[in-house]
């Protein structure tokens, strides 16, 4: 077991299967050292946990979990490319997207469910530049999306 998923089990946290491909993409690209992760959504193993725009059927804080469902997805990504999640060095971009009503100006709060999960698990490393945008729907209804950019070690 790696450092990191050992750290998720401390959490009470379990590493679920990569996500399914659901149209014309893959779930991640390497060049070099760098790792492009594809969206993820707040599905566990395939079955999805949180549904509905955040102001009307979710809550900010049942959407922050969301998000979380979404990091673990994005980390199943990770050690699906790479064979160990302790391959990464760096978390360098997170991008977040929050199915919320119209004027939701919350959304940091939400995606904040990624990154914290991120920071925990990985520390410095998982410190990361980010946006965090509000949308009017998102793939499946999902609550949340995140697609992450990391840096592997060498």
Known sequence: MSTIEAKLAEL???LPNPPAVAGAYVPFVRTGNML????????F???MTHVGQVGKEQTVQSGYES??????NTLANIKAAT?????VKQFVLVTGFVNAVSGFTD???VINGASELFGKLYGDAGKHARAAVAAAGLPKGSTAEIQ????LKS
């Open 67 to 72: 998000a979380k469902i979404c990091a673990l």
């Open 36 to 43: 492009y992760l594809a969206g993820t959504i707040s599905a």
């Open 83 to 87: 064979g160990s999640l302790d391959s």
């Open 45 to 47: 193993n395939g079955e």
């Open 107 to 109: 959304s940091p709060a």
């Open 148 to 151: 992450v950019i990391v840096e």
């Open 12 to 14: 009470g946290l379990k």
